[in-house]
């Protein structure tokens, strides 16, 4: 069965996008950036950079980014 990704957080830069998904994931909760496929840093104005949870992580993930990350576009 393949499991479903929610996005918790919207950027504009990958770096802000790395930074959240990596604080996820220190605390136990998987995270990957998406839509990063650009070198042109600018194309990203036009299409976010979204970090995403599995589903059954998202409750979760949404607190702990309230509780702790201040950076969160979402």
Do not use: C, Q, W
Not at 26 to 47: H, K, M
């Amino acid at each position: 069965m393949e499991e479903e990704f929610k996005t918790v957080a919207r950027f504009r830069d990958a770096m802000s996008a790395h930074i959240l998904a990596g604080m996820l994931n220190d605390n136990g909760i998987p995270a990957a950036v998406f839509g990063e496929n650009s070198s042109y840093v600018s194309i990203n104005y036009v299409d976010e950079v979204l970090v995403k949870v599995n589903a059954s992580d998202e409750e979760a993930a949404l607190k702990l980014i309230e509780e702790n990350y201040s950076g969160s576009g979402e």
